[in-house]
């Protein structure tokens, strides 16, 4: 057993505190799980297939780690990348093949042949329009130190739609299409190995289907995708971060537990929806099961089940939040402002989100230390109670998403050589 299946017994007996969805984070390293069949563990997973025509590549991974995932090909193959299948365009998973078809075009052999869903090449073109932004919310959400995003993609040669089959040598893959994070997911099931590629409809952590700052996910229909996964009685998943899961029955298990997270935060917040509840009473009301959220390929550690919450109604209600005040607010410094002055003075609020802190009551005293700033933007007091505050909120959340919101909430406020 090399260190790849090692890392997958350890996360299913929960052993593992943090799970792979940090380019920092990720376990690097390949191993051959079946003769023919090999998995690169990075940011994002690769699932290799040897077939008679040459390899295939389901997901191709990150710039990242393009050039790990090279070395690790070539120690186990020497043949060339005949197919490779996107299971969506998010960027972690699309820039690996760049040193395959290097190699490629230095031997005279063709490129490889790339496969998508057909609304991929949309999703593309919407990253080159919107570069800057995505740039700046993976700098936050990520910590990196320099906000960069890609400008320009590998297209694929082939878009394909649900129930697409191709055949490469001796080897059959079924492309099946649902949304779930995206809405040009593919996942791939392999019948002779009695495998399924999950791509990012499962990532050992609660599904990243609330994004607060990406758009919209699917979460109905991601839990349909899993129900559909289930059927196939797979006795081996890939998912697209995190190790495998081997044994039909582990993989049912888990199939099935995040199927039922998903449609348990469906069916209570349509519920909620469809009784006149506003979004503030549904966000408070609707609750995922402690026992569900304890498991460790369902723990939240990247994504928050409130934020899914959030993200449901967006699909379903749109952005009107049921507060007649909301629709056409004033601006928040405007807001601040008459805050501050009731209060006596941004000093007033300022103190009271530090005695709100202090009694654990973080969400109230975020609320005020962000009117304070807002009143009194050039106030260093009220930034360094600010900063104090989000880096409190940071340290007790469980959500990587939520962490750098937080993160990058109190280095706002902290002086520049702070």
């Not at 996107?86 to 063709?110: I, M, N, S, W």
């Amino acid at each position: 057993m090399g260190e790849v299946l090692e890392l997958a017994e350890r996360a299913w007996q929960g052993e593992l505190e943090q799970t792979q969805i940090h380019p920092g984070r990720a376990l690097v390293g390949f191993e051959e799980l079946a003769p023919g069949v090999g998995f690169m563990s990075a940011f994002s997973n690769v699932a290799a297939f040897e077939t008679g025509e040459g390899l295939v590549f389901l997901d191709t991974s990150s710039f990242f780690h393009a050039r790990k995932l090279h070395e690790a090909i070539r120690h186990w193959s020497p043949a060339p990348v005949h197919t490779a299948v996107y299971t969506h365009g998010h960027v972690d998973h699309v820039f690996g093949l760049g040193p395959f078809e290097e190699e490629a075009a230095e031997k005279g052999l063709p490129t490889t042949r790339v496969l998508a869903h057909h609304a991929c090449p949309a999703r593309f073109e919407r990253y080159v329009l919107t570069n800057g932004y995505n740039a700046i919310i993976n700098q936050r959400q990520f910590g990196f130190p320099q906000p960069v995003f890609p400008k320009e993609y590998r297209q694929p040669d082939e878009t394909v739609g649900d129930g697409h089959v191709i055949r490469v040598g001796d080897v059959t893959f079924e492309l099946l299409h649902d949304k779930g994070e995206t809405d040009d997911h593919l996942w791939i099931w392999v019948p002779a190995e009695k495998t399924i590629y999950t791509g990012d409809l499962f990532i050992w952590a609660s599904p990243n289907c609330g994004n607060p700052q990406k758009v919209q996910r699917y979460p109905r229909e991601w839990a349909h995708a899993l129900r559909r996964m289930q059927a196939k009685g797979a006795e081996r998943l890939l998912p697209g971060h995190g190790p495998p899961i081997l044994g039909r029955d582990r993989v049912s298990q888990a199939l099935d537990e995040t199927a039922r997270l998903l449609e348990t935060l469906v069916d209570q917040t349509l519920a909620m929806m469809n009784e006149g509840a506003r979004l503030d009473d549904v966000l408070h009301g609707v609750q995922a099961p402690e026992e569900l959220l304890a498991r460790p390929y369902l723990r939240p550690s990247y994504d928050d089940p409130r934020f899914i919450v959030r993200n449901l109604w967006r699909l379903y209600g749109g952005w009107y939040d049921g507060n007649p005040a909301h629709l056409n607010p004033p601006p928040d410094r405007e807001l601040a402002a008459e805050i501050s002055a009731l209060a006596g003075g941004t000093a007033g609020l300022s103190k009271r989100a530090q005695a709100l802190a202090a009694e654990g009551q973080l969400e109230l005293a975020s609320q005020l230390a962000e009117w304070a700033v807002q009143a009194s933007p050039e106030d260093r007091s009220a930034h360094a109670v600010r900063a104090e505050i989000y880096r409190a909120r940071a340290q007790a959340e469980t959500s990587l998403m939520a962490q750098g919101v937080y993160r990058a909430a109190a280095r706002d406020s902290e002086p520049e050589d702070g």
